[in-house]
């Protein structure tokens, strides 16, 4: 379908929630279920993993971890690994993360989920499906890319989100949007470089997005196949949990970045 033929569509802010307040069966009713982005101001403000996580800590509690450098802003496709140790003593100039899938029914908590706590008004352990520790330049990011349910939990730093619906069946046009922008944006290609012109040409092409700004202790949701860029607007770090939705199969693909979807695309 020709972008001339659509109407621009709008940007539109997401919801930012207080989240003080929140239960998990308002989370559920009105942001999970029906898909919704929401910005959970200050929802791990508390949690042990904000005071705790320090360069030196997390080296020496975690350091054995291995991790991925990610030299551009598609961390999924980045093949260099070491250990976190590793990453913070030679390449904490660039960007990383640390992905794991998860066995709830493992009844050891794997070390990275311990200042996490389980469960919350958002997410409970037997619902995580994988999980990953994340430092981030200023200046980077992730160019956009959808899987399952995520919640990204940021220690500190600032974010810039744009996010729009790329689901195959509800939003095909979102999802025609962004297998095009994979293909526009190869190996060495930056947030930044699609944050200069991307957001408007998804809009162009008749996809609403939804932009918002994260600040340490902020939550955000994003929505199974969703997708979502971020632009680092300064050093950042923390955590993101990737869920399962109560009822619903996922089947394994060869190849998939971050979930077993089929619908997915990494970057």
Same mark, same amino acid.
């Given at each position: ?13 997401? /919801? ?5 307040? $929140? ?9 999970? +279920? ?6 959970? +101001? ?36 980045? +093949?260099?690994?070491?250990? #976190?140790? /590793? ?21 050891? #908590? ?9 469960? !919350? ?33 940021? &220690? ?6 744009? $996010?729009?619906?790329?689901?195959? /069946? ?7 949007? #962004? ?5 526009? =944006? ?14 408007? &040409? ?11 700004? &994260? ?8 929505? /199974? ?22 009822? +619903? ?8 970045? =971050?979930?077993? !979807?089929?619908?997915? #695309?990494?970057?």
């Amino acid at each position: 379908m020709s972008s001339a033929t659509l109407e621009v569509a709008p940007s539109l802010p997401v /919801e930012a929630v207080p989240a003080a307040d $929140m239960t998990h069966e308002h989370f559920m009713e009105n942001y999970f +279920k029906p898909r919704v982005p929401v910005l959970l +101001k200050n929802a791990c403000a508390h949690w042990d993993f904000m005071r705790k996580w320090t360069r030196d800590y997390l080296t020496g509690e975690m350091g054995d971890f291995q991790c991925t450098v990610a030299r551009d802003s598609r961390p999924a496709y980045s +093949k260099e690994k070491c250990s #976190l140790r /590793e990453y913070f003593q030679q390449y904490a100039h660039l960007s990383t993360m640390t992905f794991e899938t998860f066995e709830p029914e493992n009844q050891h #908590l794997p070390r990275l989920l311990e200042d996490i706590p389980l469960p !919350n008004p958002f997410f409970a352990r037997t619902g995580i499906n994988a999980y990953f520790f994340f430092h981030a330049n200023a200046d980077g990011g992730s160019l956009p890319h959808c899987h399952m349910d995520a919640f990204n939990l940021l &220690q500190y730093g600032t974010k810039h989100w744009v $996010m729009y619906d790329a689901d195959p /069946e509800v939003a095909p046009q979102g999802w025609e949007v #962004l297998k095009q922008c994979h293909e526009d =944006y190869g190996a060495g290609t930056f947030s930044r470089d699609w944050f200069a012109e991307g957001p408007e &040409q998804v809009r162009r092409a008749g996809v609403a997005t939804y932009e918002c700004e &994260q600040q340490a202790g902020d939550i955000v949701f994003i929505p /199974e196949h969703f997708s979502h860029a971020i632009l680092n607007l300064a050093e950042n770090q923390g955590m993101v949990i990737i869920t399962k939705r109560p009822g +619903k199969v996922y089947k394994k693909e060869a190849g998939s970045g =971050y979930s077993p !979807n089929k619908a997915q #695309l990494k970057v």
